[in-house]
């Protein structure tokens, strides 16, 4: 077992023989100036605490876990929040629909209540067991002789836990950790981040509406659509197409359907003319009718998906060849992609290729399965960076490391409450998460969605499924049948929140460049921001965005829900009603819940269309009488110049009771209100 | 590659080098006379068919598939049906809500409609792969190149699939297939079971009416819901306790609970009176304050669950140890148990011990989870044998060679469809299962559950959640609070179903007789008996109960369900119509759905109770005008001495239009009824 300080608040840990294909391997060693920088912190853990073998089958290491901490990680797990007391197979699957430890993007990474965070450097489906079992005579308990067990609370009870924290890897003969400290847990998150390259900057268009439209859609109706956008003012930033611009899928031929659309060019003018951007679906799986299909072969996997070649994105070759594609497509104006099925969703009748393939890198199936989806995000991701610009793009899978990548994750799942835990523990890992909107049962739920989505790191509608945008029909069958809703309420209250969404995109951006550059999740769980409250160590139904915004979804039916407003006071977005903390409300409104942290300087937009071009028009809302500094973000807004600093960080800040605003480029104030 | 014929419809493939501690070694190469007689079949597959190779992660065997053959098997799989074009990892798992390949009992053995079967002697977490892809150029299909697959359906097309079985065993270097042949594939089922050790014959009262009472109830509650069943005619044959009889649960102390049930002796004795026999809950978890918990230790795996030790059964000593209290409850009167939570629970909260335990035999946790509830069962009815009597219990997990095993399978799951597709899939793997009925939503939903459990291979109400018995309320929170329903509807209907079980008794009987001599499932799919008729290949919502009789249980709400009816007449059980086969018919009836093959003789009971001492009373029924012989079996009904012949099997036919009835002990016949 050798030790060793990489950085001040990070550690690295080899025990046994370690494999080479890890995530470390393909993705770690990136120089961060601010890592560096950071605070010494003393190693979390007691000699001799840590402690592995190997055994017959596997890898076993043990690490020590305190009755008092919780524990929180472990990537996209949409079924469960606080991890103690559960076992978990990390397998990236897209079918995660039971808490085992299938995930579309599983993270073999999570962190404690006690500001340590363990990353398991492995691309294998590594087991992590909480306390879940106790061994034998090593774990004495009280023993309750008296006590009957007939209750399923009883049995789930925390008494019956043990203290150790196992992880087990299959079929190797060790492992490397790497073990981070912190002043608090969210510190660790940001060494977590900053150790994975640092976190994502969208070009400014990213944080603003996606739209995907129908899926059989030809040129024309995209374009019509595009006209309702402009016609009806949905202030929409993106537009999606689905698998029917290509001329094969299931798998993909890369090509444009030169009957759907038979123009691409006139198609990529009028969508940028409509001030939007273009996002194509794809699948990493190539058909024998993409152009570098044979060129690939060779650097591809011995299992096709759907007939298609499964690129060994481990090799250069492969990453060259087909990032090669992927280019061209960004050169003719194309501003993201949707990644779909590369998810391990091997159950379903083989939508994937099988653990037992071999791929020409020397990967196995099993480690291809779970760095597939990080694999392909930085292929395209680097076509972008070439070009020097950024993307936000969409993608079904991660692993650990994602913190750089600019793709959100999405899911065929759609459970509105799991939709939200997603949010929550996708900002433990280095991810971002996406609860994207479809058909819906009623206009209410497609409301509470649309609520959750626009206040979520990517805000799409996806309509794949209808011709119809879901605000002329929300029913999918109806909807199919062009039968409409007789009144525009729906989509006025739609519009509403569309435009609720682009006033965010300022408080967004200075959230999501403290996230590149310190590595802070720009949304997250309330223990990050309140860890010494105990009250809030278990809510996975609300959430922060950014440092100052409590955003608490209403979930089902109805009007209201209960809010645990942390320390502090507290402001409501919609009423400025000021509460105080640490204590319950209930929330009693058509809106989505939104509370404001006292000390609040807030931009809020107003502009309608979010392009490269655009200077915002802010409203400044001032929260309380003792107002923080808060700063305004400038750049280019999509390229990576803001890398070499050309980047703006203006401080907004109240000075005698007045305002005091810079000069600024790219964003003009026209009035400002305050709330005591 | 070594082949060996081991009988003359199987051969035994050793591949590589193949591990030691499996099913085979554990439970296999028992002798069977029946096995030696059948006739030879030629090998199924050609020269160099089948080919194997060790990879960098473990082994894996390849068979062919055709395109017009149907795979069916993998033990107790609940979300499908027909196996082509899916991918399985086999592993024991409580929670098997998706159709991954974790089941209850998941058995590494599956049968083909081109008669052949195979078996991997593995008790790994098993792979199989049944055509789900193709291997790059070596499986060229049609490639389509104008199709684009954006409907659900197209990408399940059967045209995707591969024209491979693949199976992959993790961290292995080779393993054991038995490959069986048979004239047709009920045959190929008929030889595995018997290759296990042949069929389990229950005790008589076995085949009557279980009830499970509620969880808390103390001796006075069961001792008066005795006397209600005689007061109000229900006819049970089997009463279950719940933990609540043990001293401490979960785990377990093994001990009566002596304020719940303070004379355990008087309670057997009323349970006696009232003819029935008792069925006593358990954990194969053994808590400190078990009487054998000190001397169980060395014998015991390196992991608690629920605080209590896991026996290695795989040693003989603690077979020995953990039987031995067994015997005693045995000796004191208990019919059988019910063994629950055996089944690899272990992402629930770590119910279960982990994969990296390992364990005195040298079992590791992958090896001992598979084969636990298998181990259990045998530990459990080795001490039923030693006292020469036979038992008809209840378990969660089980794996491969289970047809002798007294046992039948469980779940806490409960959809009433998957309910019934698991009487079928069961029935490919050597598995009896029981769609137990416990709360309901309607009396209606009651009432139809009802009807399939009775018809099925245990029938019983478990009414562990409520405290009165659910036909007087089905609702689970008004039965909680005793508001019971105003009507005696429910109960009658419900006695109805009861006395329709036990009118299938002395039919049943027979059939188990030809399950425990010839291997013959009892309960199975159509295209078990059907296999020429393509339109039964895929129906997995009714089945066969015997040779004789169809069951087509009605699933939803309503009174009606379509119902395809194979070669052959066909008559209405309720109604005696008349029906041709190979057509569709609608069965409109508030009654099961029921279909007597034309040529049947049919006994019916008319006896209320069901204990050692019966004497059936018998209404025979002769279906159409060239009626077959059938069988009415014999015996002591609950000891093991019809193994050396002590069992007489009594021939029924009709010569020259009369029903010749042979002399019996056991059964009268009062009427006979003649169906044109």
Chains 1, 2 share one sequence.
């Not at 900053?194 to 070009?203: A, I």
């Not at 802010?618 to 999509?638: A, F, N, S, V």
Request: proline share 5%; hydrophobic share 35%.
């Amino acid at each position: 077992m050798e030790k060793q300080q990489c950085f001040p608040t990070i550690w690295k840990m080899k025990l046994g023989k370690a494999e080479q294909l890890t995530p470390h391997h393909f993705f770690g060693g990136l120089e961060n100036e601010q890592l560096k920088n950071m605070d010494e912190q003393t190693f979390p853990f007691a000699e001799g605490a840590i402690s592995a073998k190997s055994t017959s089958r596997g890898f076993l290491i043990t690490l020590p876990l305190g009755q008092d901490e919780k524990l929180y990680g472990l990537g996209l797990q949409l079924q469960s929040f606080i991890q103690n007391g559960k076992r978990k197979r990390l397998r990236t699957n897209a079918d995660a629909t039971n808490d085992t430890g299938d995930a579309h993007a599983p993270v073999p990474f999570y962190v404690s209540t006690k500001a340590y965070g363990i990353l398991v450097d492995t691309s294998r489906c590594v087991e992590f067991d909480y306390g879940a079992t106790k061994r034998v005579y090593s774990e004495k308990s009280d023993r309750n002789e008296k006590e009957i067990a007939i209750r399923t609370e009883t049995l789930y009870s925390e008494e019956r836990r043990g203290s150790q924290v196992s992880i087990f890897i299959e079929g190797v003969e060790g492992a490397e950790l790497y073990i981070f400290a912190g002043e608090s847990m969210k510190q660790v998150v940001e060494s977590y981040n900053l150790f994975s390259g640092g976190g994502v900057l969208p070009p400014i268009w990213g944080l603003g509406n996606l739209y995907r439209s129908y899926g059989p859609a030809d040129q024309g109706q995209v374009e019509s659509l595009l006209e309702d956008f402009q016609k009806e003012q949905m202030p929409f930033s993106m537009l999606g197409l689905e698998p029917g611009w290509q001329s094969r899928a299931y798998s993909c031929s890369f090509k444009w359907d030169s009957n759907r659309f038979p123009n691409p060019e006139l198609l990529m003018q009028n969508v940028k003319r409509a001030g939007l951007e273009l996002n194509l679906w794809e699948q990493a799986y190539v058909h024998k009718t993409a152009d570098f299909y044979e060129e690939l072969l060779p650097y591809s996997g011995d299992y096709e998906v759907w007939e298609g070649l499964v690129p060994d994105f481990a090799l250069p070759e492969a990453r060259e060849i087909y990032g090669r594609r992927q280019g061209e497509l960004i050169d003719t104006g194309i501003g993201a992609v949707k990644l779909d099925e590369c998810d391990g969703s091997d159950f379903t009748g083989g939508w994937f290729f099988p653990d037992f393939s071999q791929f020409p890198s020397g990967m196995d199936g099993e480690q291809a399965k779970n760095l597939f989806g990080a694999m392909v995000q930085r292929t395209i991701q680097q076509q972008f960076e070439r070009r020097n610009l950024r993307t936000y793009s969409q993608v079904r899978a991660g692993w650990s490391y994602g913190a750089p990548m600019s793709f959100v994750l999405y899911s065929d799942l759609y459970d509105h409450g799991q939709f939200v835990r997603g949010i929550l523990n996708a900002g433990f890992s280095g991810l971002l998460w996406s609860p994207e909107v479809r058909q819906c049962g009623s206009g209410e739920e497609f409301i509470r969605r649309m609520q959750t989505v626009v206040m979520s790191p990517l805000s799409i509608i996806n309509a794949w499924m209808v011709p119809n945008p879901p605000w002329k029909q929300y029913d999918i069958d109806q909807n199919a049948q062009g039968i409409l809703l007789e009144t525009s309420e729906l989509q006025d209250r739609c519009r509403e929140l569309l435009q609720l969404r682009n006033a965010f995109i300022p408080y967004l951006y200075e959230a999501y460049a403290r996230y590149e550059k310190f590595g802070t999740p720009p949304f997250r769980a309330l223990v990050l921001d309140f860890p010494e409250d105990e009250q809030v160590h278990a809510i996975d139904d609300s959430y922060m965005m950014g440092d100052n915004l409590l955003v608490a979804p209403i979930l089902n039916e109805g009007t209201g829900r209960s809010v645990y407003l942390p320390e502090g006071d507290w402001y409501d977005f919609w009423s400025g009603t000021r509460y105080e903390g640490k204590q319950h409300i209930v929330a009693e409104t058509i809106e989505i819940p939104l509370f404001v942290r006292a000390g609040t300087i807030l931009p809020l937009a107003s502009n309608q269309s979010i392009t490269k071009n655009t200077i915002f028009d802010l409203e400044i809302r001032i929260y309380g009488r003792q107002p923080r500094k808060t700063y305004l973000i400038e750049d280019d807004w999509i390229s990576l110049n803001y890398k070499n600093g050309e980047q703006n960080d203006y401080e907004l800040a109240v000075v005698e009771g007045e305002l005091v605003i810079p000069k600024m480029e790219r964003y003009r104030i026209h009035s400002q209100s305050w709330f005591d």
